[in-house]
């Protein structure tokens, strides 16, 4: 009529062993696909983000963490860039700010001569 502690206990006593492995592999199957779904593909992000914005280069079109689309006339440093937003407004904007880099621009010129010497 009443169960008794000792009844009890021969019902579930000896899987002590598989009683761990049935609870603590779902909690690691969860924390495999958590891992797999969201946080190595935000990790290649953030990675892919910091390669472009630490490549940023004059003419590249850059849009803020602020929302301003501007192009990059001049990269003064390694931490800032001074991008123009429109028509002669140019500010400096720091590196870290950047959340994404639209267009290449073009490439870094290696010879020291300017345009006007080329012209004469």
């Known amino acids: 009529m009443f169960n008794t502690s000792a009844s009890a206990q021969g019902a579930s006593g000896g899987g002590g062993i598989m009683d761990v492995f049935s609870t603590v592999f779902p909690l690691v199957a969860i924390f495999g696909i958590f891992y797999f779904i969201v946080l190595r593909p935000q990790q ?63 490439p870094a010129t290696t010879d020291t001569k300017s345009k006007s010497d080329d012209d004469k």
């Open 44 to 106: 290649q992000r953030m990675k892919a983000l910091a390669q472009m914005v630490s490549a940023v280069r004059r003419g590249d079109t850059v849009v803020t963490a602020g929302g301003l689309v501007g192009k990059v006339t001049k990269v003064v440093d390694d931490n800032e860039v001074l991008v123009e937003v429109a028509d002669g407004v140019r500010v400096r904007v720091i590196k870290s700010t950047l959340a994404e880099v639209r267009t290449k621009g073009e």
